[in-house]
């Protein structure tokens, strides 16, 4: 499983972006996809998952109602969009696959959140 991040930026509280995570691999859609993020002198903190079947996505409390994960099967690409970012979401975001745990890391993406 590989696993590709990107389309961080600087962006201004109350903008959106989307970040995306490209998958390849032949065992790829077995997993579930998870973005997780890491802010300067923080530990890395779970954000969103998604699987490639079903409806059932997971998101951790600081971010519901504001980001949302989807996904493109047929690309093999998660999305994560991100909605009235505020300056606590400035972090370098990572997605992340497994079986049973966080196995497969992509290379993370920054997001710089100003106020």
């Known amino acids: 499983v590989q696993l590709q991040a990107f389309g961080g930026g600087l962006v201004q509280a109350g903008d959106s972006l989307t970040l995306s995570c490209a998958a390849s691999g032949r065992t790829v859609t077995m997993y579930p996809i998870g973005w997780f993020r890491q802010a300067p002198g923080k530990e890395r903190e779970f954000v969103a998952s998604?699987?490639?079947?079903?409806?059932?996505?997971t998101y951790a409390d600081s971010v519901k109602g504001r980001f949302t994960i989807s996904r493109d099967n047929a690309k093999k690409t998660v999305y994560l969009q991100m909605n009235s970012l505020e300056s606590k979401d400035t972090a370098v975001y990572y997605c992340?696959?497994?079986?049973?745990?966080?196995?497969?890391w992509g290379q993370g993406t920054q997001v710089t959140v100003s106020s």
């Open positions: 998604i699987r490639w079947i079903g409806d059932h996505t």
């Open positions: 992340a696959s497994g079986r049973s745990t966080w196995n497969y």
